[in-house]
């Protein structure tokens, strides 16, 4: 999973007095930092050099931001659905992919012992392999661990403004993989403005089949639910389709799972199949009042 | 999320947070007025399970209540300098209330809140947004001696409701560009008359609620959905569209008559820069509709073949039907009954 239960600096549960805690306890949904607490810590560059950087990338910047204009009064969108065109968004075919994923996993900042990778594989598609390791250190603070993810860098707009991508034409996810017949996690991060959503990610699991032959897994977007920092939120509701910002898939070391994993991913894409009319898989029942945050 | 009763009292509040405002004597009671109003809104935006309207119940409280805030500041300086009912042309503190006025309204310059607000909305709370909570500043603004700032505020509104509106493929976001435009003209009759505005606003207000009563009970959020959901009935889908020029400002609809009526109380003014501008941003709107238009009447598109149920009832098609035929012939009637008496 992509974060794990660290017992002292979580919400505690609905069971005041049940636990005793040794160190401190957060009851609070406030979040320092985006990353919350994991931060790599990178050394940050000089000012000269941060203005040099600036003014290379300015004329980069200013021509992005003039097809933006030009994008904005041609005013030319696609005004129609196209069910059963499968349109790509990440491709391992391009030149500079690798630059737009991101691998981490638990070793990064000490929970763990596994490690991945994430390269170009002799199939031409994107081979993200490495080992998970559930063993660690028993300092008291990690309780499980094992799990390592790939994530695409957050969309930019002109000028390094961040952007969402805007999938509300689509109603399915198509993916190309290859599996090695685990499960993996995919995550759609909608990273939202205040920090309470910062870490909003839908989930939704990918089950391979391991063996030589690729498969096209084609999931609604109504089946991924919402979790945040890991767990699964009590009151769900369907994803917005406007509001998603990275892309990624986990691998975890869950029920002693240890051990090489590795998945080959062709294409990611999306599509709309006018058959599928569900809005949401999950009810949400109407409970009494105060038992589910509602 | 709510039961009928809180959904009753907050919609009250609300109304009773305008008129309050409304009718208030001083500048303190209409502050009073505008935060009961916001206060009463806010529960009503956040009423869906969805997450986006959570954010935009927030976004909303954070804009609105910075706006109060500068507003009684300024309301606290016009104690202090005059009374708390004339303001005699101190310009600072009127520019200070009319910009805290023109962000509660989302008028440009102050109006970046607005588009992305509405993304996170249902389709009643965005009427609501669209028409209920201009009132109270608008009727604000009236009172205020403040020329140049709200030329300023108009001829950006056009302009930005005009552009901004052009790459929009989502229909809550359309309807918030056409909403900027709309107010950009609204706060120009507001410089000329009072039952100007007001009549500019009754149309506008008519016209919004119309195309978002379709909306709510099709349930369409994108403009793609607008061209393949009408299946069963091409006499509905021919008439949404109608409505949809209509609110663009196309005559023989009843929505070109407010507009009509602007533009001639401009002409006598001798306003003609401001109209000429006006003019050409609501031709930039007219072309985003007329282009949604002539796509869905001209060309083909995929249509589902199995029909597709939905909550229309016989009281929401009457009622839509009525007011499809007031938009499209209201014209038509209004010039009838003028020349009859």
Redesign the interface.
């Known amino acids: 999973m992509q974060s794990l239960l660290r017992q002292s600096h979580r919400l505690s549960c609905c069971l005041p007095s049940a636990q005793i805690h040794t160190t401190a306890v957060h009851r609070t949904f406030w979040e320092r930092e985006k990353k919350s607490g994991y931060k790599t810590k990178l050394p940050e560059p000089s000012k000269k050099q941060l203005i040099i950087d600036g003014l290379r990338d300015l004329k980069k910047e200013i021509k992005l931001w003039r097809q933006e204009v030009k994008e904005q009064l041609e005013s030319d969108p696609i005004l129609v659905f196209r069910p059963g065109e499968t349109d790509i968004v990440f491709d391992f075919k391009a030149p500079d992919v690798l630059d737009k994923w991101t691998v981490t996993t638990d070793a990064d900042h000490g929970e763990g012992r596994s490690s991945a990778t994430l390269e170009l594989s002799a199939a031409g598609a994107g081979l993200f392999h490495g080992e998970v390791n559930s063993q660690h250190t028993k300092d008291g603070i990690i309780k499980r661990t094992g799990y390592a993810n790939i994530r695409t860098k957050r969309v930019r707009k002109s000028f390094k403004r961040e952007a969402t991508y805007d999938w509300t034409q689509y109603n399915m996810l198509v993916m190309k993989v290859r599996g090695d017949g685990r499960s993996y996690l995919i995550n759609l991060h909608t990273e939202g403005y205040f920090d309470l959503m910062w870490n909003d990610i839908y989930h939704y699991v990918l089950y391979t089949r391991g063996g030589p032959h690729w498969q096209i897994a084609k999931i609604p977007f109504s089946k991924f639910f919402l979790s945040s920092k890991g767990r699964v939120q009590d009151r769900q509701s369907a994803i917005q389709l406007n509001c998603v910002t990275h892309f990624g898939f986990s691998v975890a070391a869950k029920k002693g799972m240890d051990g090489p994993f590795g998945l080959e991913i062709d294409y990611v894409g999306l599509e709309y199949d006018p058959s599928h009319r569900e809005e949401f898989a999950y009810e949400m029942y109407k409970t009494p009042k105060y038992i589910v945050a509602t | 999320?709510f039961n009928n009763s809180s959904k009753i009292l907050f919609i009250t509040m609300m109304i009773i947070g305008t008129l309050i405002t409304v009718t208030s004597n001083s500048w303190l009671g209409a502050w009073m007025g505008l935060e009961i109003n916001l206060l009463s809104f806010i529960p009503l935006m956040s009423d869906?399970?969805?997450?986006?309207s959570t954010?935009a119940s927030?976004?909303y409280f954070l804009t609105q209540a910075l706006a109060s805030t500068v507003l009684l500041f300024s309301v606290i300086l016009l104690m202090l300098n005059n009374s708390m009912t004339i303001e005699i042309n101190n310009s600072f503190t009127s520019m200070i209330i009319l910009s805290t006025l023109l962000l509660k309204s989302g008028a440009a310059p102050f109006h970046f809140w607005f588009p992305n607000l509405m993304?996170?909305l249902t389709w009643m709370n965005a009427l609501l947004l669209m028409t209920w909570q201009k009132i109270a500043p608008l009727m604000l603004i009236s009172y205020l001696n403040l020329k140049n700032l709200l030329l300023i505020s108009v001829i950006l509104s056009v302009i930005i409701g005009a552009?901004g509106g052009?790459?929009?493929?989502?229909l809550r976001k359309l309807m918030a560009f056409s909403s900027i435009n709309h107010l950009g003209w609204m706060l120009s009759a507001l410089m000329i008359n009072e039952s100007v505005w007001m009549i500019y606003f009754l149309f506008y207000s008519f016209l919004s609620f119309i195309l978002t009563f379709m909306f709510n009970i099709f349930k369409l959020?994108?403009?793609?959905?607008l061209?393949?959901w009408f299946m069963q009935s091409k006499v509905m889908k021919f008439t949404l569209f109608m409505n949809f020029l209509s609110l663009g400002g196309l005559p023989p609809f009843l929505g070109f008559l407010p507009k009509w009526i602007v533009i001639q109380q401009l002409t006598f003014c001798n306003q003609y820069f401001q109209l000429m501008i006006l003019l050409m941003s609501t031709l930039i709107t007219l072309f985003?509709y007329l282009r949604?238009c002539y796509?869905a009447f001209m060309l083909n598109?995929?249509e589902?073949n199995w029909v597709?149920s939905t909550q229309i009832n016989n009281f929401s098609m009457k009622l839509y039907l009525i007011c499809t035929f007031l938009s499209i012939f209201g014209l038509f009637m209004i010039s009838m009954f003028y020349s009859m008496f």
């Open positions: 999320m869906n399970n969805n997450f986006k954010e927030l976004k993304e996170g552009i052009l790459n929009q493929t989502s959020f994108h403009l793609n959905q061209f393949s985003f949604i796509s598109y995929y589902n597709i």
